[in-house]
């Protein structure tokens, strides 16, 4: 069974951290590239960050410089490192998980992030 789980939301204050993890079962993670998406209150969801198969990052400009992507093969997880938390930065985050070769999405339930001032 394909899998995508996502963790590590929660409370942050301003300024602050969290990482955010998405976990796929073995047979997708490899060969999939993984992007991160947000919702954030009054808006739409809005792409925020990529790591494409060949472990190159791509940004939005509204994260790049505090956000990083990343991937962990022995866990077969990705990770979302946000730094330098901003209270705009709230909203249900989704990992989205493209297959290569299945040519098809796989998306993560969301976790929230919430960032007081």
């Known amino acids: 069974q394909v899998r995508v789980v996502e963790s590590g939301g929660g409370l942050a204050q301003a300024g602050g951290s969290l990482r955010l993890s998405c976990v796929a079962s073995?047979?997708?993670?490899?060969?999939?590239?993984a992007n991160w998406h947000r919702q954030t209150p009054g808006k739409q969801r809005e792409w925020i960050a990529t790591?494409?198969?060949?472990?190159?990052?791509n940004y939005s400009d509204s994260v790049n410089g505090r956000f990083t992507v990343s991937r962990d093969n022995a866990k077969n997880t990705f990770y979302l490192q946000m730094n330098n938390l901003r209270p705009d930065d709230t909203g249900v985050y989704y990992c989205?998980?493209?297959?290569?070769?299945?040519?098809?999405?796989?998306w993560g339930q969301g976790t929230q992030v919430t960032v007081s001032s």
């Open positions: 790591l494409l198969l060949n472990d190159r990052p």
């Open positions: 073995g047979s997708l993670f490899n060969h999939s590239a």
């Open positions: 989205q998980l493209y297959s290569h070769l299945w040519s098809r999405d796989f």
